[in-house]
């Protein structure tokens, strides 16, 4: 269990010191999309904590269907900001699903 938080929370400064990093150049837009991403680790994290690895994660993965959802939409609409936000969220959980491929 300590190895999935661990790197839950690793993952999650790490994309937090990247968003930091954009702010100080002045790139709010991408600095704010990493810290979307970044909240999809304490989501994991939090489900993870509650419940355990098999009814949380599959909770998690319900989640991740929904990001999809949006993702899809978002591009029906053309509504690129929203786009963008999904797809770092869904690149979080898909480096999650490859770290932890037996937690999905």
């Known amino acids: ?5 661990e790197f ?3 993952r999650k400064q790490e994309v937090l010191a990247q968003s930091a990093a954009l702010a100080a150049d002045e790139r709010k837009d ?3 999309v ?3 991403k970044a909240n999809v ?6 489900f993870y904590n509650a419940a355990g690895p098999d009814e949380s994660l599959q909770k998690f993965a319900g ?3 929904s990001w999809e959802a949006s993702l899809t939409q978002a591009k029906q609409y ?3 900001y929203k786009a963008l936000v999904e797809e770092a969220k ?3 959980v898909e480096e999650i699903r490859k770290q932890f491929p037996e937690l999905f």
């Open 34 to 36: 990493l810290k979307a």
């Open 30 to 32: 991408e600095s704010n």
């Open 8 to 10: 839950l929370e690793k």
């Open 78 to 80: 053309d509504e690129d």
């Open 1 to 5: 269990m300590g190895n999935v938080v």
């Open 63 to 65: 989640i991740a269907k």
């Open 41 to 46: 680790y304490d989501i994991c994290k939090a």
């Open 90 to 92: 869904l690149e979080a």
